[in-house]
């Protein structure tokens, strides 16, 4: 998965993840444990997911998506995603925003100063 999918894969998880929370809040009888293996995927996480301004703009493609290609999404990172741990929310998420400090650390952080130092060099000149 390109550092860019990995990205919305964290935003659709962290969404997801919180709408768990919320939805085991608001009613006792749901056990967050479960949730987070087996979330439920209704409107609101479709309209927060759809609407937010990266997926806009990074990910257009995914904004007119519905409850059913979401919980597909959702079921293909659960499927997909190759760790360790026993799967659910959280363990994706950390596995995600990992990928994403990794990328930030190793590759896009070294870029940034070299071309600062690039800059710095033509200043001086």
Known sequence: MSTQNDSIALLLLQI???HQQE???ADSSLSLDE???EPIVDN???EKFTS???VQIYAPELA???IR???GLISDLFTNTNIQEPKNLITLANHYYSERLNYLQEEKIPELIQQMKDEYRKLAE
């Open 52 to 54: 937010h301004s990266m």
């Open 69 to 71: 290609s979401i919980k």
């Open 35 to 37: 949730l987070l293996v």
């Open 44 to 46: 609101t996480v479709v």
């Open 64 to 66: 007119p998506l519905n």
């Open 23 to 25: 939805l085991a809040h």
């Open 16 to 18: 997801t993840l919180y």
